[in-house]
């Protein structure tokens, strides 16, 4: 089975090395937006797919990120990447004041807050808060990134920028799934008052996958700084939360494979049928429609935890 596994992730990775050589720049840019979602998506599955937080206010982590590397890299000439683990930090920390007044809310009345709390980071950038954030005109001129003297520019360079940072955030995630800490997001996600009383302290679990969320999503808002090299306000809005939420939803929460075709489907799929003008975007939103009666769960739900049988843990017990 693993082998299986490992062949399909060779093969996968063997076709996105190749993918831009046969495409041409518009469609491997549409890959790198898709891509910059995707990433997105899985850090708020962090908090929405396995701790089962509502959440939708994802963009003002994004937004917070982005302009810490737009305001750091104009202003003081600091190199783009290096800046990736800063804005993280920054979006993180934001995330630790925010969420602790807040993380006791449940369902609809923390949906709610998350919403205003994305409207109040928006709003707050077009009133250049501190005078730093370039108002409602965004700001300008942010640098290419650079890899060991090679100054990125081109979509297709772009594109292996933002999925070798795809697949280091699967492997990292998948990981943080199969963890001890991942166990119990999960358990609160299924029962929080049942996870509480089995010793896991809820408040702790919950902050932290705001922050981990926060922190990735603060990265992504690097690689969108510099792919764009100007940024808004109105590029982080309400909307951007929603499409985030959709993506998660669609996909199947709390699955990482769910949540990347979740991207696909929903960033991707419009611009196959871009010919069909304003009709696409009824098909687009039937479909959802179809998948969210016909499959709850997502298209691609997480597959139920295996466990050895009782009997066999006492049998390797019982073992000297």
């Avoid at 996958?209 to 940024?231: E, Q, R």
Wanted: aromatic share 14%; proline share 5%; with cysteine.
């Amino acid at each position: 089975m693993k082998t299986r596994r490992s062949l399909i992730y060779v093969l996968i990775c063997g076709i996105l090395v190749v993918l831009p050589v046969f495409l041409n720049a518009y469609w491997v840019d549409v890959l790198n937006n898709v891509g910059l979602y995707a990433i997105l998506a899985l850090s708020l599955n962090v908090i929405l797919g396995y701790a089962g937080m509502f959440h939708m206010g994802h963009a003002a982590f994004y937004a917070i990120g982005a302009y810490t590397t737009a305001i750091l890299n104009t202003t003081y000439h600091i190199p783009v990447l290096w800046l990736m683990p800063l804005s993280g930090l920054v979006a993180g920390f934001f995330a630790l004041i925010v969420a602790r007044p807040i993380i006791h809310l449940r369902g609809d009345y923390l949906l709610i807050v998350t919403i205003g709390m994305v409207e109040i980071v928006r709003i707050a950038l077009i009133n250049n808060v501190f005078g730093i954030t370039g108002g409602a005109n965004g700001i300008f001129g942010i640098a290419r990134p650079e890899f060991f003297g090679f100054r990125i520019r081109q979509p297709h360079e772009f594109f292996y920028l933002i999925w070798a940072f795809m697949a280091v955030t699967i492997y990292l995630f998948h990981r943080l799934e199969n963890s001890r800490f991942g166990r119990a997001l999960t358990y609160l996600r299924e029962d929080d008052v049942a996870a509480e009383g089995s010793g896991v302290n809820t408040a702790h679990y919950k902050l932290a996958a705001f922050v981990i969320g926060a922190f990735w999503a603060g990265m992504v808002g690097t690689l969108y700084a510099a792919k764009m090299t100007i940024i808004a306000p109105e590029s982080f809005n309400f909307w951007e939360s929603v499409v985030l939420f959709m993506i998660v939803l669609l996909g199947g929460s709390g699955s990482i494979p769910g949540v990347i075709l979740g991207a696909f489907l929903v960033v991707g799929l419009p611009e196959i049928f871009r010919e069909f003008a304003t009709a696409r975007m009824m098909i687009f939103g039937a479909a959802m429609v179809a998948m969210m009666i016909f499959r709850t769960e997502g298209i691609l739900p997480p597959q139920p935890r295996k466990y050895p049988p009782v009997g066999e843990l006492l049998a390797d017990e019982a073992k000297p």
